[in-house]
């Protein structure tokens, strides 16, 4: 599963601009967000969780499922065959969330059926079997159910945001801005929502899936369309078969219109499933797809695995993405037109739901406690997609983002990578077990060299295929390749939470070069890393590289001198996943920059730059001169970190003014447009503003309509106009950010529909924002008027991210006009004269009323749950 998108857009701090979140780049507009500053590390009094017990072994799954839009529900048939693990069985417990059960019986080896006594409590069945079973023994069990997803109470988490696990989705067409669809969304345990099963990631079973529809939709399932029947009643009953055992979390159905758009890999068809205004661009967003399948089987030497694989993009969708087997689903995000797709791709989710393909589904994790065998190799897969097409320096540009990542998380959240307690199994799709691992991964990689890694997954593939694992079967996959042993690797990164914190300290004398290294870090008590990395020592002409291996908490490493050197750096690689601090120079940094080939050396180089700019005219100079970087995040970064005065200040701003026009990358113009809007009145650059709404690329007409208010608000306000129509939520959110600063009273209905839009996914949450920064500048009816439009909305809404959004946009306004009547009060006091005083008494009760009525809202939304931004 992809969550992260989602997450990051979940956990938004509604502030007063957008910041950087790539690497010091902004991407998609997306406004950044932190948490409340709230430490959290494996807590033992929660239980430990063990895998499920294994009293029976599913076999095989067969489902006939119909539909009944008006009421959702979902009238089913489950034929499940099935036997015990090891002791004899009498009765059997199977996972049944909010169905009406109307027959429960075993199939007779005549064909006949036998009915079975049972008890429901609305999320078990408790079968009581006709007699005892044992190991030896197969038995099928019918039952005929009625679904009920939107009669059960939903809940849900940063990473799934529901678990009704059966989704209608503008079941009467009410609507007209939003297609009918039915989707399912099983991980974690929420399959059971519509079919039942025994819902645990340790069980494994062939499927039959029959989906009887209306004519005018199309379904998709696992496997493969065995055939298509048309019914005296009008509809249609598909027939899908996956053959190949796979875990309940992973079955899929998807029933609505779509356009079909066919490709192949080798033999294996190739579909992705699109609403008919992205049909023509489907080869564009999943293009490809066939060939992430060819490297991924020649790279791990395992060919894809499955009869067929399928994308589908839906509507509302409560994560990113999930890899169902052979079938994975998307959210609408994905469906993007070529002109969005010049900002974003989200080529790297469709990377790594098809990694899970092999990571997740062949292989499976059979506990929540070890997601990370799913995740992180999920999340590594992007990284060795991005590496194969886009090359190294681009694939740890993205990789930088996910360190960063982890690390944010690492100061509220410190746990094990593989944890048995935690309080809810969700807990377990976060920065560890998607970033965290995937950088170990590399690290991993980088330890034992390309052929053995690749070598061990091959073997973890091809031993484990088709069952479930522990982190224990990778180890001893990558011990048997490597014939080393590992467990020191595992036991530090796996079963130890936390990360080292490295200072560094290089100095020489006339015969060596030292580097001493100590570990700074407070994890466990008596934890000390083993960590392998390179050192580098370079030389005026020449550098030389040498392995080491830290032991110790602290440690010096002595090198022969070759004469003086100019620069030393440890992991030179930068592999290990850590904090450093070094005693280097802004000449060493200089140099860094200078030399080396790696991003994340040239970035880490930069900003040490950056921070030195006010102290060294050097350093602020190399800064200016990576604005012409080779590389576009460089160049963004440099652009976003210098600062006034420039080098060469009339030249500079020349070089921006090109950069804004001509520079390939749509981030780096966007950002040289920002940063002119800045300069101040040395230059009036209202033209190049105007002109650059015309270009190609949404995130820089955005970046150009929020310069251009600040320069000439009239035209801003004439342009924003024009644009209301755009779906894209870089021009919504320009057009929000302008009304919301320069817009009059009459710009409140644009908000209020904003707002109550339906669908979009987490696209409605920033406008709460802005329309709390509009309301700021209003009188107090509209700003009470306001307050009450965002708890109407948000209580309409089973969304938690929405309702989250809403109490953000609430507490902003708390603040803002806490702000005033503190200024007033202040003011009062001052005041001289009756009326004077009553001015000011009048403006710190209306200020009162609305900072009650603002709290009031947001105490009632605290109630559905979510996420508290500040």
Not at 186 to 200: A, L, N, R, V
Not at 795 to 819: M, N, P
Request: proline share 3%; hydrophobic share 35%; glycine share 4%.
């Amino acid at each position: 599963m992809c969550y992260r998108l989602w997450f990051a857009a979940a956990v938004l701090l509604f502030a007063a601009s957008c910041s950087s979140t790539k690497n010091g780049t902004k991407k998609n507009d997306i406004i950044s967000i932190n948490l409340d500053t709230i430490e959290i590390t494996a807590n033992r009094e929660n239980p430990y969780r063990a895998s499920a017990p294994l009293d029976f072994d599913l076999i095989h799954t067969k489902l006939e499922v119909s539909f009944d839009y008006s009421k959702q529900y979902l009238f089913g048939k489950a034929t499940i065959k099935l036997k015990p693990h090891f002791y004899p069985q009498t009765t059997l417990t199977l996972d049944a969330k909010q169905f009406d059960i109307h027959e429960v019986s075993v199939i007779n080896k005549d064909g006949t059926n036998t009915n079975l006594a049972y008890t429901y409590d609305s999320l078990q069945l408790q079968i009581t079997l006709n007699k005892e079973y044992t190991r030896n023994d197969e038995l099928t069990v019918y039952i005929r159910y009625t679904a009920k997803p939107e009669e059960r109470k939903a809940g849900g988490s940063a990473a799934i945001t529901s678990d009704k696990g059966l989704y209608f989705i503008n079941p009467l067409g009410e609507d007209s801005t939003k297609p009918i669809q039915i989707w399912t969304q099983g991980e974690t345990e929420s399959s059971s929502c519509w079919f039942p099963t025994i819902d645990k990631p340790n069980q494994k079973t062939t499927q039959e899936v029959y989906i009887t529809r209306d004519k005018k939709y199309v379904s998709l399932s696992n496997g493969i369309l065995v055939s298509s029947k048309d019914n005296a009643d009008g509809t249609v009953t598909d027939y899908w078969r996956m053959n190949l055992p796979h875990a309940p979390y992973l079955f899929m159905i998807t029933v609505g219109e779509f356009e079909i758009i066919k490709a192949n890999w080798r033999d294996v068809p190739v579909t992705y499933y699109v609403e008919k205004e992205y049909a023509p661009y489907a080869k564009q967003i999943f293009g490809n797809t066939p060939e992430m399948m060819e490297f991924f089987s020649q790279k791990l030497n395992f060919d894809y695995p499955w009869p067929k694989y399928a994308q589908v993009v839906v509507r509302d969708y409560v994560s990113g993405a999930m890899e169902n087997t052979s079938a994975t689903l998307h959210g609408e995000f994905l469906q993007r037109n070529p002109r969005e797709r010049l900002d974003e791709t989200f080529e790297d989710i469709i990377s790594h739901e098809l990694f899970h393909q092999w990571f997740g589904d062949l292989v499976t994790c059979e506990s929540w406690s070890n997601i990370p065998l799913n995740e992180s190799f999920a999340t590594y897969g992007e990284y060795l997609w991005n590496e194969y097409k886009y090359g190294k320096e681009y694939a740890d540009y993205k990789q930088y983002d996910n360190y960063e990542k982890y690390m944010e998380e690492s100061n509220v959240k410190n746990v094990d990578l593989i944890r048995f307690y935690y309080n809810n199994r969700e807990d377990m799709f976060d920065r560890h077990s998607y970033e965290k691992g995937g950088l170990l991964l590399h690290y991993l990689r980088n330890i034992v060299g390309d052929e053995a890694f690749f070598k061990s997954l091959e073997l973890y593939l091809k031993t484990n295929q088709f069952k479930t694992v522990e982190i224990h079967q990778l180890r001893l996959a990558f011990e048997t390749v490597t014939g080393k042993d590992l467990n020191w690797f595992f036991n530090q990164w796996f079963f130890k939470n936390g990360h080292p914190e490295l200072t560094i300290t290089y100095f020489n004398d006339a015969d060596s070069v030292y580097v001493t290294i100590e570990q700074k870090h407070n994890t466990e008590e008596g934890l000390t890393y083993t960590l392998p990395m390179n050192v580098k020592v370079c030389y005026t002409d020449s550098c030389y590289t040498y392995p080491i291996e830290l032991k110790k908490f602290a440690a010096t490493f002595s090198f022969p001198a070759k004469g003086t050197p100019v620069f030393t750096d440890a992991d030179a690689d930068r592999v290990v996943l850590c904090k450093r601090t070094e005693n280097k120079t802004i000449a060493n940094y200089i140099y860094q920059y200078n030399h080396s080939d790696g991003f994340v050396q040239r970035y880490e180089a930069l900003m040490a730059l950056a921070d030195s700019q006010k102290v060294s005219a050097d350093a602020k100079a190399t800064l200016a001169k990576a604005v012409n970087d080779r590389f576009f995040a460089l160049r963004d970064l440099a652009i976003g970190r210098l600062r006034y005065p420039f080098p060469d200040s009339a030249n500079f701003a020349a070089t921006l003014e090109k950069l804004a026009v001509n520079d390939e990358n749509s981030y780096v113009r966007r950002s040289a447009i920002e940063k002119l809007s800045r300069l101040g009145t040395n230059k009036n650059y209202e033209s190049l503003f105007e002109n650059a709404i015309n270009d190609s690329s949404y995130t820089v007409v955005g970046a150009a309509l929020k310069a251009l208010v600040s320069v000439n608000a009239t035209k801003a306000l004439a342009i924003a106009k024009t644009l209301e129509s755009e779906k894209n939520s870089n021009i919504t959110s320009a057009v929000a950010d302008v009304y919301a600063k320069e817009g009059d009273s009459n710009y409140r209905d644009y908000f209020r529909t904003k707002i109550k839009q339906q669908g979009g996914g987490y696209s409605r949450m920033y406008m709460f924002y802005y329309y709390a920064n509009f309301l700021t500048r209003m009188e107090k009816p509209m700003v009470l008027a306001g307050i009450n439009d965002i708890l109407e909305t948000a209580s309409k809404t089973d969304e938690q991210y929405i309702s989250s959004a809403a109490r953000g946009a609430l507490k902003r306004l708390v603040r803002f006009f806490e702000d005033k009547k503190k200024l007033a009060k202040e003011e009062l006091a001052k005041a001289e004269g009756k009326t004077a005083k009553l001015e000011w008494e009048e403006s710190i009760a209306n200020y009162e009323e609305i900072i009650a009525s603002a709290n009031d809202a947001a105490s009632l939304l605290s109630k559905k749950g979510g996420y508290d931004f500040h």
